[in-house]
């Protein structure tokens, strides 16, 4: 056997991941995590080396999981001043080795498991916590994670309106033309009524209100992943009950939450165990900074059915 690592680039990444098939795997991941010992994940909160000079940063999330044999790490960077450059503002390379001897297996692209597997996890929490009849979804932000979080949200429900708003009207116009919206003019039209919100933007200050959400909404808050900035308003965070993926991260990285000083309810890995209450009556916040489990196994995935046909 070749003793060389596998590079699998973004196109056979995105040939061989499924949102049907990723769903479900990302579920048992969050499950697992939040399982503590039990759930056999090792995983330490993601390091960071901000890049001040450029505006951006650099990330390195790991995470080992014993009952998958999979061993990872995911090395990131974020550039939001790249947007409308041509240069993407995300860029990321998953390294995976065999937990067994220690042995680089792979190295493979991950911005397309980025993409989809923060969509995947909004998709998990949307499952438990959105209510059942819900039919009109609002999508702030029009790029890849908007786009990932539209297709991921139509596999959990039957949407009969989708709403998009984003800060450079073409740029949701363009998003309209390619998967089935209304584009609105300002956040607050496109919050209104709806029953699932998706916050997927490089908003540093709130752009949302209380005020505009209709009780019992749900909401994905994927962006604002640095302790000082918002998504979301802190009388939004207080008053609805917050649900992350970790716990730990949260209250070292999310501004939404150390800036609101709002309460943590539950991981939702506590939803899928079955030991925290999942409160679709109530409007809930599924606060997402992403964590290296998804990547892990994700990557896992992609490796598995990549070597099916090579
Ligand atoms: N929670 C997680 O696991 C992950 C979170 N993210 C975060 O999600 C957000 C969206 O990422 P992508 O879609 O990949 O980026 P992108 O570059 O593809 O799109 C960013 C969107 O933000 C909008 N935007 C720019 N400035 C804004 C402002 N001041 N206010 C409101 N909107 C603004 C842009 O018009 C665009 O629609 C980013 O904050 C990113 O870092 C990304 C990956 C994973
Ligand atoms: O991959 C992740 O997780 C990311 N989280 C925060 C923003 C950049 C990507």
Same mark, same amino acid.
Request: hydrophobic share 40%; charged share 25%.
């Given at each position: ?19 049907? /098939?990723?769903?479900?795997?990302? /579920? ?15 995983? @330490? ?37 790249? $947007? ?9 390379? &998953?390294?995976?080795? /065999? @937990? ?22 909004? $998709? ?66 496109? &919050? ?13 200050? @709130?752009?949302? =209100? ?9 909401? !994905? ?13 802190? =009388? ?36 899928? !165990? ?6 679709? =009556? ?16 994700? $990557? ?11």
């Amino acid at each position: 056997m070749s003793r060389l690592p596998k590079y699998i680039e973004a196109d056979d990444v995105k040939r061989v991941l499924k949102m049907t /098939e990723l769903i479900p795997i990302i /579920e048992k991941a969050m499950g697992d995590f939040s399982k503590g010992d039990d759930g056999g994940v090792v995983q @330490p909160v993601r390091s960071f080396i901000p890049i001040e000079k450029h505006g951006g940063f650099f990330a390195a999330m790991s995470a080992y999981s014993e009952k998958d044999e999979t061993l990872a790490t995911k090395l990131l960077t974020r550039y939001q001043e790249n $947007a409308g450059t041509g240069i993407p503002t995300h860029t990321s390379a &998953i390294i995976l080795f /065999e @937990p067994s001897t220690g042995e680089l297996k792979s190295i493979m692209d991950g911005d397309v498991i980025t993409s989809m597997r923060t969509a995947a996890a909004s $998709a998990v929490a949307t499952k438990y916590l959105a209510s059942e009849n819900s039919k009109i979804l609002c999508i702030l932000g029009s790029g890849d994670q908007a786009r990932s979080h539209y297709k991921s949200l139509h596999h959990i429900c039957n949407f009969e309106e989708v709403r998009v708003w984003s800060p450079t009207f073409k740029n949701a116009q363009y998003f309209s033309s390619q998967l089935r919206s209304k584009v609105c003019a300002t956040v607050e039209e496109a &919050i209104r009524g709806a029953d699932v919100i998706v916050t997927a933007t490089f908003a540093k200050q @709130p752009i949302v =209100e209380w005020e505009w959400v209709k009780p019992g909404a749900h909401i !994905n808050a994927i962006g604002a992943v640095n302790k000082k900035w918002q998504e979301l308003s802190s =009388e939004l965070m207080q008053k609805s009950v917050v649900y992350v993926d970790s716990r730990e991260a949260a209250m070292k990285g999310s501004g939404d939450v150390i800036i609101s000083k709002a309460d943590i309810f539950a991981e939702i890995g506590d939803l899928v !165990n079955g030991t925290k209450e999942a409160q679709r =009556e109530k409007t809930t916040v599924f606060k997402s900074l992403g964590i290296a489990i998804e990547d892990v196994v994700s $990557a896992k995935l992609v490796y598995d059915k990549h070597m099916e046909n090579h």
